[in-house]
């Protein structure tokens, strides 16, 4: 089957802690981006990778990193310096020479911080 | 003015009754037009896709781009209560690469089908 798998479902975060939240795709898609849920915000872009080796930041980058060095995967590290990380993590990857680059997603991963 | 606004609801309906969702927007950019299905505490799941203006059925699912009122909407006929859900609409220009290139979303109707 082909897809996105994200895991965990559910991450428990202590204080001063950096947590890293993996995303996996298996559709051949050459572009990854990761989006932060909260209650009635919508989906804001954290950070988006067109290419391997490269991405970008989006609207809400800072307190997160991420990687990009094989085009299948695409982790997210919730860092210390993101004070509020409680949300609902979803992973999304398109194809662009598809067109539309219409994104797929994964099922999601939801922090919490202890 | 927000890029994309959509009515959060939450819409409660009838089974069976005609539901109508809406997202306005102001760019008159955009060309490619989404509608996302997202159950509660799952990821979203593409519903409809859409190029420039124009409608597109789907079984139960019409969506309807009018770019001059830059206005779209979905409709679902013959509404389950499996249809119960958040639906989110999204949107972007030609453009690849970028900032640009990226999808802009609305923030959700929240839709409830009582049995």
């Known amino acids: 089957d082909g897809g996105i798998t994200q895991s965990p479902k559910y991450l428990f975060r202590k204080e001063g802690q950096n947590v890293t939240l993996s995303c996996e795709q298996n559709?051949?898609?050459?572009?990854m981006y990761w989006y932060r849920q909260d209650p009635g915000q919508g989906l804001r872009l954290i950070y988006y990778s067109q290419i391997v080796n490269d991405f970008q930041k989006g609207d809400i980058a800072e307190g997160y990193s991420v990687s990009r060095e094989k085009k299948e995967s695409f982790p997210l590290t919730v860092t210390s310096a993101q004070k509020n990380p409680t949300a609902f993590y979803l992973c999304?990857?398109?194809?662009?020479?598809?067109?539309?680059?219409?994104?797929?997603f994964g099922p999601g991963t939801r922090l919490l911080v202890l | 003015q927000k890029e994309v606004e959509q009515d959060p609801g939450p819409l409660s309906v009838p089974e069976g009754a005609i539901v109508s969702l809406n997202c306005t927007y102001s760019?008159?950019?955009?060309?490619?037009f989404m509608w996302y299905r997202q159950y509660s505490r799952k990821g979203p799941e593409l519903l409809m896709y859409t190029y420039s203006s124009g409608n597109k059925e789907d079984g139960r699912f019409t969506a309807q781009v009018d770019k001059s009122s830059k206005y779209i909407s979905l409709f679902i006929r013959d509404s389950q209560p499996s249809d119960s859900a958040t639906y989110l609409c999204a949107m972007k220009g030609l453009n690849y690469g970028g900032s640009q290139g990226n999808l802009i979303f609305g923030k959700g109707t929240k839709l409830s089908v009582k049995p």
């Open positions: 999304a990857s398109s194809n662009p020479r598809g067109g539309a680059e219409t994104q797929y």
């Open positions: 760019n008159s950019a955009f060309q490619y």
């Open positions: 559709l051949n898609h050459d572009a």
